[in-house]
């Protein structure tokens, strides 16, 4: 009951060809930029539409080139959480997590909200815009929003890459407990690898539009070729220093 | 303040605000379509609905006329049906303002409508929200000053239309008179005193609009 997915798209001289399967568990898709990471979540979600494949989530089919059925991104149930957040600027807190509550009566919608703004300690903020409150704040909001319909997954373009160390390890430990709670199936692109390894019960790594490899962290790092992969890892934005630590 | 002053005064600002209020609600629909959805004759939808700009108001009017004339294509019909017509009626002077002053409209907003960013749209997708809702609870309010901004344009292009305006709708004292029309009579008649009294009220007007706009359109234009 988790998210089984083949994509194939030719984008401006870019070929993505990609396949995987996971659970309700959480996935990184790990990559330099480029390698095709976001435009698979995009399609995912069905902002793209792939040239040839297929999208199946808990059982439900989103895509299939095959008898030509493409769901809209309204009717995907999603959570997707953009790089840049994208919190509407014209609209407060409270009204950027109402939003995403389509399809719910008045008084279900509110007390989802309020849920959600308690357990992410954003309740003080609900009538201050999205320019006023701090980059964490704006996160945690991010996060509310895509949860509020109780999505089928959650999608998570790299939410944390703007942040400071410090309040990405705030992040990634928001994010655990986040995950303990909604027990849904997670896709995190990212292209830190000790993020990836911390977060992930199982990382996708992603190379020129192709899956490398698959498998837990622990499988990754003690794989054989797991010296050759440091050559790659190396090209990835954020490695360096991170792999060594991880090492020791 | 003069009587003929003041008709045409109150002519003109009530010609340029109906004309705003239809040019905003056909210009934003036409920019949004424009802007968001891809098909065939885009560019020649674009182009048609921009020619107003640059050709002269003569020219616009002199279509306007064999459109709308009495025995112009859609005039004609018209006619058969109701037994009226446009031609020489102040409904005519907001049919010529409409025209010229629309491609101004669709210009500005478009270029606002283009300028939301696209993840604004998408995150309104994957929140579950349509097409529509989309646009009118995201995009039209992030494009709002190049719509305000274009509305402003419009009102002051309306305001001051002349040539299209006095083909269509003539120059008829007392009944389609605008400012700009009163101000060649005035002139024509050596009445300075009504037309310095008009330039001077049109310069104003146009001013302020300016400004405003200015103010609304500084991301924009």
Known sequence: ?248 | MDSKVLFSMKLSLQVASVTTFFVVIAGVFIAYLLAAKHFRGKELVDILFTLPLVLPPTVTGYYLIILFGRNGFIGSMIYEWTGWTIMFTWYAAVLASFVVSLPLMIKTTRAAIESVDKNFIDASYTLGRSRFETALKVIFPLARKGIIAGAVLSFARALGEFGATLMIAGNLPGVTDTMPLAIYSAASSGDWKSANMMVLLLTLMSVVFLYVANKYSKRII
């Open chain 1, 1 to 248: 009951m988790g998210l089984d997915i083949s994509l194939y798209k030719k984008v401006n001289g870019f070929t993505l060809d990609v396949k995987w399967k996971i659970g309700k568990e959480f996935a990184v898709l790990f990559g330099p930029s480029g390698a095709g990471k976001s435009l698979t979540l995009k399609m995912i979600a069905g902002l793209i539409r792939p040239d040839i494949g297929y999208v199946f989530s808990a059982g439900n089919a989103y895509f299939d080139s095959k008898s030509n059925l493409n769901i809209p991104p309204q009717m995907r149930h999603c959570g997707y959480v953009f790089q840049d957040l994208a919190l509407f600027p014209h609209m407060k807190v409270r009204e950027n997590i109402l939003f995403g509550a389509k399809g719910l009566n008045h008084d279900e919608a509110a007390g989802r909200c309020e849920d959600l703004m308690k357990r992410f300690q954003i309740a003080a903020l609900h009538d201050k815009m999205p320019s006023e409150i701090s980059g964490g704040q704006k996160q945690r909001v991010a996060f509310a929003r895509a949860l509020i319909r109780r999505p089928e997954m959650l999608l998570l373009d790299e939410p944390f890459s703007a942040l400071d160390t410090p309040l990405r390890v705030e992040m990634r430990a928001f994010l655990k407990d986040m995950r303990s709670e909604f027990n849904v199936p997670v896709v995190l692109v990212t292209h830190d690898f000790a993020e990836a390894c911390d977060l992930a019960d199982n990382i996708i790594i992603y190379s020129n539009g192709n899956v490398m490899k698959t498998g837990a962290p622990a499988e990754i790092i003690a794989d054989p070729e797991y010296v050759a992969l440091q050559s790659y890892l190396n090209q990835c934005a954020g490695y360096s220093s991170r792999v060594l630590n991880l090492n020791s």
